[in-house]
């Protein structure tokens, strides 16, 4: 080692001096058992620096050769995580140097010119890596980004009797089994196979008979039965007596239906015997009663007797006293001419009269004279007659009840109450449509200091929370809300208050009614089709359909914030038309759903909407109605009217005298 340190010293004097650079000789007697220096991709395996100066390179090279030795590890290989010795001259010059410190099986060391260091550097896939003596069952060892990977070896010795196995110390092994296993041997032909003397034997095989005489069986090692179709055309029998011509077909036997000769009788059947002693031949079969045409027009109806023979008698009567019947040529068929003689009065119920053009001209009596209290009735002999009854009646009135027939007239016997015991209705009795409970107009009285509002009767006190009649935004802000009801729709807290203290009462007086439960179930599985909705809302008692309506009005009216506060619309905008809709929607509520689900009668309304307000409103009005049938029409009409008592305010309105005005 003083040897080396005195060459190493000597070069550093030279550097030091400027002289030219040593020659490559002392490049190659560096020392080759540098350690490694991670740099890059690879990884710097360390270098042969030629930088220290001779007193750093003398200090360095003693105490590596007292405490390491020259860098190497105890196997004999340098260690990789040492420099290379740096007192030796300028680092690596090829490859080769590099070798000695790559000790992974799929890298190789590569020295870097430029900088004197060597790198390890994974080689390229595919290439061939030897270390497989970790076990005797792997086989190709190559390169795999920087591993070494291997396959296992294939043990199969292409024998179904042996047991096929690899064991790491001493490779294959093929063990033969006991004679009488079964086993396979790869041919799909072969039914049951058993090894003897180490081979595999079939003991049985496939039958491929298909039992068609159309197809060619075979049996392939692979596939197993195949049943091939014959040639179309081929002659066969598909065991079926009336059937002719039989031959295969696409590899089925088929047949056509065997033809026994039409004897020309409507009346017979001729057909092939299928069955029996004389199955396969043609027999006639008599079919009496079936209807039939003997060639003559003038005889009906014709029918096929027992004997088979087809007969019809002569019968030209059309029932018509007002034509001359006959069959004057069979060719043509019955004939009916027309004549001009008298007919009627047969009897005192019809009146006397003339064949004219084949009709009887002779009135029949009417003897309805118009009484549900009387029997009306004719008797050909002595004509009308009509005799009271006692019976049933109705007075034209439904707001009479126990109508009953006496003398030949209808009377009543009692009047029907519509009085509902609410201050907040209108009690009243329609002939025609019974007795209504329409909600009063708002503002009516119905207490002291209490007004009604959509059929409740609610406190007319400013601060009471609630839109009186006689309030509006001017003169009560805090209790008229310009967008109506206390709560947003979103507010689901603020609405479940409102349902228990505003509108407590309507909900108690639906949730009392089972029927009015089943009424508001069936709206909810409804959802949004109006259709339904209209249905459930008819389908029940009227007890039930006012109880909701109730809830339903004092929820949309004082509950949420629509716009509508249970009052007559003001105003103009986007704001009224809400307000409109929503009262319309809560007033009017089956006339409402009526129109919408009538597109006759929701084009009318909106056609009617759009007419201008000017000299061509009349004419307007009159073409919309055109546009759907009447009732369509008059629907539009009763909504109208009723949107104009509870809706639409204005000062000069009767049916909605206050309007918060």
Not at 168 to 191: I, R
Request: glycine letters at 12%; aromatic letters at 2%; hydrophobic letters at 25%.
């Amino acid at each position: 080692m003083q040897l080396h340190a005195k060459i190493v010293m000597s070069l550093a004097l030279v550097a030091t001096m400027g002289l030219a650079a040593c020659s490559d000789e002392g490049a190659e007697n560096h020392d080759a058992s540098a350690g490694t220096e991670e740099d890059g991709e690879g990884g710097d395996l360390g270098g042969l620096d030629g930088g220290a100066d001779a007193a750093g390179d003398t200090q360095a090279d003693a105490a590596g050769d007292t405490a390491a030795g020259d860098a190497s590890d105890s196997t004999g290989k340098p260690d990789a995580s040492q420099d290379v010795d740096s007192n030796v001259g300028k680092g690596c010059t090829n490859d080769d140097e590099c070798a000695p410190l790559v000790s992974a099986l799929c890298q190789v060391g590569k020295c870097q010119l430029s900088t004197g260091i060597c790198q390890a550097v994974d080689m390229a896939d595919g290439a061939t890596c030897n270390d497989l003596g970790a076990s005797e069952c792997w086989i190709n060892p190559t390169c795999q980004a920087g591993k070494c990977q291997y396959s296992f070896r294939n043990c199969d010795d292409g024998k179904a009797c042996t047991d096929d196995a690899c064991k790491p110390e001493s490779g294959c092994s093929n063990v033969g089994l006991k004679a009488g296993n079964k086993c396979s041997d790869g041919n799909a032909c072969t039914l049951v196979a058993i090894c003897e003397g180490g081979a595999c034997t079939a003991k049985s095989s496939l039958d491929c008979d298909d039992k068609n005489t159309c197809t060619q069986d075979l049996c392939d090692e692979k596939l197993g039965c195949v049943h091939l179709p014959l040639e179309d055309g081929g002659a066969c029998s598909d065991g079926l007596v009336c059937t002719d011509g039989d031959m295969c077909t696409k590899g089925t036997c088929v047949g056509k239906p065997k033809v026994c000769a039409d004897d020309g009788n409507p009346c017979t059947l001729v057909a092939c015997v299928p069955k029996g002693p004389t199955a396969g031949t043609c027999e006639v079969a008599v079919v009496a009663g079936l209807m039939c045409d003997d060639g003559n027009p003038c005889t009906k109806p014709d029918v096929c007797n027992g004997a088979g023979v087809c007969q019809g008698a002569v019968n030209c009567d059309d029932g018509n006293p007002c034509t001359d019947d006959g069959c004057p040529d069979p060719k043509l068929g019955c004939q009916h001419a027309n004549n001009t003689i008298p007919c009627g009065p047969l009897d005192a119920c019809s009146g006397a009269g003339q064949c004219k053009n084949g009709t009887c001209d002779a009135p029949t009596k009417n003897c309805d004279d118009g009484n549900l209290c009387t029997d009306d009735s004719c008797d050909k002999a002595t004509g009308c007659k009509s005799e009271p009854n006692q019976s049933g009646c109705f007075d034209g009135s439904v707001c009479t009840q126990g109508d009953t027939c006496a003398g030949g007239s209808c009377k009543p016997s009692k009047t029907l109450s519509c009085d509902d015991g609410d201050p907040c209705t209108l009690d009243k009795c329609d002939p025609i449509q019974g007795c209504g409970n329409p909600v009063a107009p708002s503002g009516t009285v119905c207490g002291s200091n209490k007004t009604c509002l959509v059929g409740l009767c609610l406190s007319s006190s400013c601060g009471d929370g609630i839109c009186s009649a006689k309030e509006d935004s001017s003169t009560c802000p805090g209790d008229c809300n310009q967008q109506g009801g206390a709560c947003a729709a979103s507010d689901t807290a603020c609405l479940a208050q409102c349902k228990g203290t505003m509108c407590a009462g309507p909900l108690k007086k639906c949730n009392d009614s089972a029927e009015c439960q089943n009424l508001t179930n069936c709206l909810a599985s409804a959802s949004s089709d109006e259709q339904k909705q209209l249905e459930c809302l008819t389908g029940g008692t009227p007890q039930a359909l006012f109880a909701y309506l109730g809830y339903d009005a004092c929820m949309q009216a004082l509950c949420l914030q629509n716009y509508w506060s249970g009052k007559g619309c003001t105003g103009g905008g986007q704001q009224y038309v809400s307000c409109i809709g929503v009262c319309e929607y809560s007033m009017c509520k089956l006339l409402t759903l009526g129109c919408k689900v009538s597109t006759g009668c929701t084009t009318i309304r909106n056609c009617m909407q759009a007419c201008p307000q000017d000299d061509k409103l009349t004419q307007c009005v009159i073409d919309c109605k055109k546009k759907g049938s009447d009732n369509d029409a008059l629907l539009n009409a009763e909504l109208d009217t009723c949107s104009a008592a509870y809706c639409q305010c204005s000062p000069t309105s009767l049916t909605f005298p206050t309007c918060g005005l």
